[in-house]
């Protein structure tokens, strides 16, 4: 079954950076588009971005453009999302979440959620 | 950007009954519009998707509809394990957005 298994919790200072992982399993890595949300504590949901595994292309909202950067590794099916220049408001659980086949979908499996802390 | 809101934001109901929750867009979205359920510690889970297509595994009791450009999710008869928070998303236009939320509770 499709499985997006994503890296333990982080405390963070302000302005540092933070790179969380999402290994993909139960389905074909490079077919399928990867999402980025994140959910600040008792709020909703904010779309961050996408990744192409297969050819690595990204597209960010303009909200982290200049601040996020979404890599993968195909050879071991893991996908990561850094977040750089941390303020306290980055203070969320941020999740990693399939997409389809093109780009603007809907999202049928996601991770189990990473709380970063942003706190000096 | 489209702004989605959810009505109301929080519903009040007994296991049994029949819940209906709202979801309006800023503007057009098409059908491009998905329900997720969102558990205490717990990931979203996709429920409904392109309006009215029910999810892999999810129970028959949870139907979307569209009128017009509102969209609407209804689950007939709650279960104990229904109450969570509802999400809505559109997918038509950049950037995919969410609704705030509708948290249904006992």
């Known amino acids: 079954q499709v499985q997006l298994v994503q890296s333990g919790a982080e405390v963070k200072k302000p302005g540092g950076s933070v790179k969380v992982s999402c290994k993909a399993s139960?389905?074909?890595?490079?077919?399928?588009?990867l999402h980025w949300v994140r959910q600040a504590p008792g709020q909703g949901l904010e779309w961050m971005g996408w990744?192409?595994?297969?050819?690595?292309?990204?597209n960010y909202a303009q909200k982290f453009q200049g601040g996020v950067t979404m890599t993968r590794d195909a050879s071991i099916t893991t996908a990561y999302m850094e977040l750089g220049r941390l303020r306290s408001d980055d203070t969320a659980v941020y999740y990693c979440?399939?997409?389809?086949?093109?780009?603007?979908?809907?999202?049928?499996?996601w991770g189990q959620g990473t709380l970063v802390t942003v706190s000096s | 950007e489209v702004v989605l809101t959810q009505s109301p934001a929080t519903l009040s109901l007994s296991p049994g009954e029949g819940a209906t929750l709202s979801c309006r867009p800023s503007q057009s979205v098409s059908n491009s519009l998905a329900w997720y359920q969102q558990r205490p510690g717990q990931a979203p889970r996709l429920l409904i998707y392109?309006?009215?297509k029910r999810a892999t595994g999810i129970p028959a009791r949870f139907s979307g509809s569209v009128s017009g450009t509102d969209f609407t999710l209804t689950i007939s008869s709650l279960e104990p394990a229904d109450f969570a928070v509802y999400f809505c998303q559109q997918r038509d236009k950049w950037p995919i957005t969410f609704g705030q939320g509708t948290r249904l509770e006992i």
């Open positions: 990744i192409q595994p297969n050819s690595g292309v990204t």
């Open positions: 139960g389905y074909p890595f490079s077919g399928y588009y």
């Open positions: 392109d309006g009215f």
């Open positions: 979440a399939r997409g389809g086949f093109i780009p603007a979908t809907h999202f049928d499996s």
